[in-house]
């Protein structure tokens, strides 16, 4: 199939039209069972929660930074957790706390005890610059959680660059001085057919689909847990530590 160079964004553009999308907070931790993307994004909601409780306790004054979001769906587990939360988003007008991006967040350097960037590096031109800079703005020994999706469709918001293996996203990690300490797969070989088989029929039924999307996502669960494939997963999330300084570069 021939690809339009010029417009690479057109044919994308022409299959949301007049679909309403749905990016609030709460649908991304707790998806909906009528949601055609659930069975990613219930696994999603769980691993980065139990990389937040897994990351070191927060100090007096800590504070965390959601990188690429303006809402902070995970606010209240941090909160919980004794951080103090601030938002990065491309513009201030979702009420985010700071403009913007991932590669460049004009912050000042060793300013954050933590960053999370979930969802947010596959749409960098430059993820490696991307996580260097979160390396920068973090204190030392300072905690990242970042997540990235290994199986998904195309989704230009506002673009899609890349996606990434396990190896990979721990690789990315360790280029940018980081010490990778867990890593979580949001679901295996099964689950991952059957998210697929969701992202078609939104395709075709849009929100039409629900009914459809929530037997498959039962059933997807299902089966998931009951024959569980690590090596092709739609999703990984990393939990990194930072080291005292950044690799020199090469």
């Known amino acids: 199939m021939r690809l339009s160079i010029s417009n690479l964004q057109g044919r994308f553009q022409a299959a949301q039209a007049g679909k309403q999308s ?82 460049s967040t004009g912050l000042p350097s060793e300013s954050f005890d933590l960053v999370l960037c979930t969802q947010v590096i596959e749409h960098c031109m430059n993820p490696w610059r991307a996580l260097a800079e979160a390396f920068r703005i973090l204190k030392p020994s300072g905690s990242l959680i970042v997540s990235a999706p290994h199986v998904w469709f195309y989704h230009p918001h506002p673009t899609d660059h890349w996606r990434f293996t396990q190896e990979g996203l721990v690789q990315l990690c360790r280029d940018a001085g980081f010490e990778p300490t867990v890593l979580l797969s949001q679901g295996g070989s099964v689950l991952t057919l059957f998210q697929v088989v969701n992202f078609l029929t939104y395709g075709v039924l849009g929100r039409l689909g629900a009914p459809l999307y929530a037997t498959a996502n039962v059933l997807g669960a299902f089966a998931d847990r009951v024959a569980p494939n690590e090596l092709f997963c739609t999703n990984f999330a990393c939990l990194a530590r930072r080291g005292p300084a950044a690799p020199a570069p090469s």
């Open 22 to 103: 749905r990016h609030l907070p709460l649908d991304r931790v707790e998806p909906s069972l009528f949601q055609y993307d659930y069975l990613s994004l219930r696994r999603l909601s769980d691993d980065v929660r139990q990389l937040i409780i897994e990351s070191p306790p927060a100090g007096p004054g800590a504070t965390a930074l959601d990188v690429g979001s303006d809402k902070c769906p995970y606010r209240v587990l941090l909160e919980s957790r004794g951080y103090k939360v601030e938002t990065l988003d491309l513009t201030l007008d979702g009420g985010a706390d700071h403009a913007g991006t991932a590669e």
